[in-house]
Each structure stands twice: as C-alpha cells, then as structure tokens.
C-alpha cells in the first residue's frame, strides 16, 4: 500500500484499476532481440490490434461528430498497412535485431520528417499522421495505455499531465478518476474534469516508472489522497464513502424539475458550462436550465485543421435543438495561452496568457471569425441561441464586432440562406472591461464575468501556474468587488449580469451572489444540483 497526497480538483470518490496514460512522445529504449520471428509476430498482432481501436474510433466518432469527420481514422487505418512504411518496420526488426516498438518508432519518426519536408500541404499534413499511428503502435508494443481507452474497463487514469485536447478525447465513460503528476487547479483540463464530474487530484508526487497499468487504485478527491494497492480495510471504507456519495447524489436528484427561486421569490437562472455536444448528456441529468457557457474552441482542438463553417453550423444546431427552447450562450472561439492547435501557427509568446488569443485572434482574422459567426446565425434558427465574445478590454472592440457581424448579416441576406440574429453578450474577463463596464452595459444584451481569468488578471497570477495555486484567491476582496460592480452597472441600462467562470459555482459565495444581484450562475453540469439548492434554501 502506498499512499500519495495531491491537490483536489474534483471532488468524489473512486476505485479500480490503473491505467497510465504515458506521454505521447515518450522515449522508446532500443533493446536487442534474439527471436526475430517473434518479434515480427508482436508487430503483426500490435498491427491488428491497432486496426481495431481504429475501427472502433471510427464508430464512436461517426456517431458523435459525423461521417466526415470520422474519416481521418480510417485514413489511419489505410496507413497503416502503407507498403513503404510496414517494410520499412520489417526491415529494422530483421536487419537490426531490435524490439518492434523502437522500429515503429524510427519508422514513424523518418517518414514523418519526409512528409514535413513536402511541398505539397495535403502531404505535409500527412506527417502529423504517421506519427499518431506510430504512437499508437509503440503504445500497444509498450503495454502502455494511451488516449483510445475504447474497449477497456472503466479505470483511474494517470497521466504527468494531460492537454486539454487529449482530456477532450477520453471515453468519459471509461474514466473513473483522474490523477495527474502535473497541472494547475486553474487550468482547462481541470474544468474538463468538473464538467466530466469524475474525481480528480493534481500535483500528486508518484513516479510513473514504477507504478503499472493494472494496479488497484483509490482516489479520495476531497481529501485530495491516492491510494495504490490499498489494504482490504480501505477498501471496504471506499466503498462505504461511494455508497454515501450516491445517497447524497439521489437526495439532489429529488430537486429536478424545481425553479431555482429563493424563498422570497427571486429566480437565479442556474445554467451549465460545457466543452462540446457529448457533454450535453450532463447537462440534460442534472436539469440545467440552459447553457451558460459552451467553450466553442474545444471544436477546434485535436484536428489538423479549421472546422469547416458546415460542420460548426451542425454542432451548434444540434446543441440547440437538444436543449429545445432553452437558452444556449455559446462563446465565439476563445482559443490561445493554454488552448492550442498547430494549424494556427501561433508564434512561441513570452507571456501566452496575456497574448494573442480569443476575441484579438478574431478581429485580426476575421476569416477565421467570419465563418464562426456565419455557423451560428444559421443555427440560431433552429433554438435559443445568444453569442458571447470572449477577452473584451475595449468598447472598440465591440464596435468592430458589430460591423463584421453587420457583414455577415447582408453576405447571409444576399445568399438567401436562412439565419437569426441572437441575443449577443460579452464576457468580464479582464479588469479594463469591470472598469469601463457602464460604458460596455449601453452596447451589449449582458454581460457573463469570467472569474477565472478575472482573478488571473487582477491578482497578477498565471492560472496556468501550479506553484501560484496556494496565492489564486479566487475570494480576493478586489475579485468580489469587481462583481458587484459589474452587476450595477448591467442593471443599470437594464442589462443582465451572470458568473460562467469557476467561482459560480463556490457554494459557500451563492448567498453573496444573490445579495449582490447576479442574475445568472453558470456552472458545471454537476454543479446545477447543489447550487439550486443554495438558492432554494436561501436566508437574507
Ligand atoms: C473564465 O475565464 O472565467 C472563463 C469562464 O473562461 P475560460 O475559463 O474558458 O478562460
Ligand atoms: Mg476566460
């Protein structure tokens, strides 16, 4: 038994096997073999082994963002019995003498550099997918798990740290818990955790090369504890804990289908944050009363290149129509500081936080803008749809929004395609927008404060930053004065004012936002439930 201490992300308790999901890019050890003809056998069955998961990539990605999409799976699959690339394996095996794995890996490295240097861009592209299949061999070669947890137990996933695109492209059902050796309380992995609402610890102290996929393991998120291979007695007391954790859950359950009214007659609209259309199940099971922040660049992450204007208008009509009338806010792309995709080209930033990201990439490309804004006009005809922009620190900025929405309006109008224009907000995520938000309030339908980077911003501390986590004080008396005045100035010009940022979500700050005036508390789908009940059962 081994017992480790980490940070809470989420709290919760889970049990099971370890999966160790292992750094995608991991050094591969080059290691003699006296068998050849086993070794060739290894590579033959880690061949189909791979055509498998990819078989079964392809369904599930059918199934959840469409055929198109899905294709790049079986173009892995194609790859991967390429004639060049299976002989050129075969041949490092045979001539060498080495493990399979290290001749994935050389293969897949040198064939990679070969497409990189490619004139043509489709070919180029093309190297980014030959080292994911290649990884994907070395990975079943390894015995090590990775991203594709389909087909496995539900397990307790480690990792030394996870990307927010690698955490978007879990199986949520197959994750009991997570446990990562890096990361920060603050980051967009973290927020993923809560919106999965799956237990999650960061900055536990283990080393991976000595833990193995398959041990037992007891995550304890509230007391931010691991346990590997723990004693029967811990065990039974985990299972008590579940136990209790479920009778909790049932006794919030009884609060669906209630308005979240407090005792003298004031609703709070308690809606949920989510990533992307497979979250809207959460939303559904804990009976949010709408979306109050969809993260629309998660749409962006993991793929090669820009989501077509069609393949956004079809997530964003069908989040629309999942939740019927209700109100869906989804936020133009906020992508940039943690949230990358290499098809952007961002240049190396000394300080990506405070760089070029979200509403400064939008208004500098307005192509890749345009599109987006295109999808969600049309799709706004299909439900409730409101917009918001995320990063505002200028009412310039807010002008230049509405001319380029103006243009797309007339480039729809000419087109003759259907389209509506929806309620449309911004986002109080920066201290110049609180400051000048009297002025914002005359131009905008509301404003949603985005705690998480106000607090970043205010307080001068990185979220990114796991060794600030102990100086975020997300209740900094200057981050709840700044709220209060932002709801006074939206109420002010008759505007309504909510929290989508992490602290909406605080329970023990939910009386303080009433008082305050807060319209609106956005939080993840877990957290609908028991903020509703706050409310309910609120004393002046
Ligand atoms: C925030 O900053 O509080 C917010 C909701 O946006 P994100 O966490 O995606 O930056
Ligand atoms: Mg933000």
Redesign the pocket.
Known sequence: MQEFQGKTVYKGTAMGKVVILKEKDCVVKRIHINDVQAEMARYEQASKEAARQLRVLYDKACREVGEANAAIFEVHRMMLDDEDYVDAIRNIIETESVNAAYAVAVTGDNFAEMFAAMDDDYMKARSADIKDISDRLVHILEGTGEADLSGMEAAVVIADDLSPSQTVQMDKEKILAIVTVHGSANS?TA?LARTMNIPALIGVPLHLEEISSGMKAIVDGSAGRVILEPTETQCQEAEEKIAAEHRQASRLQELKGRPSVTPDGRRIHVYANIGSTSDIGYVLENDAEGIG?F?SEFLYLGREDFPAEEEQFQAYRQVLQMMADKKVIIRTL?IGADKKADYFHFEKEENPAMGYRAIRICLKQPEIFKTQLRALLRAAVYGNLSIMY?MIIAVEEVQRIAVIMKEVRQELEQAGIPFAIPEQGI?I?TPAAVMISDKLAQLVDFFSI?????TQYTLAIDRQNEKLDDFYNPHHEAVLRMIRMVVDNAHKYGKWAGI???LGADLALTEEFIRMGLDELSVSPAMVLPVREKIITFAK
């Open positions: 967009h927020i922040l993260r906020d995320p986002m995520e985005g705690t998480n980077d106000l989508c940022g992490e």
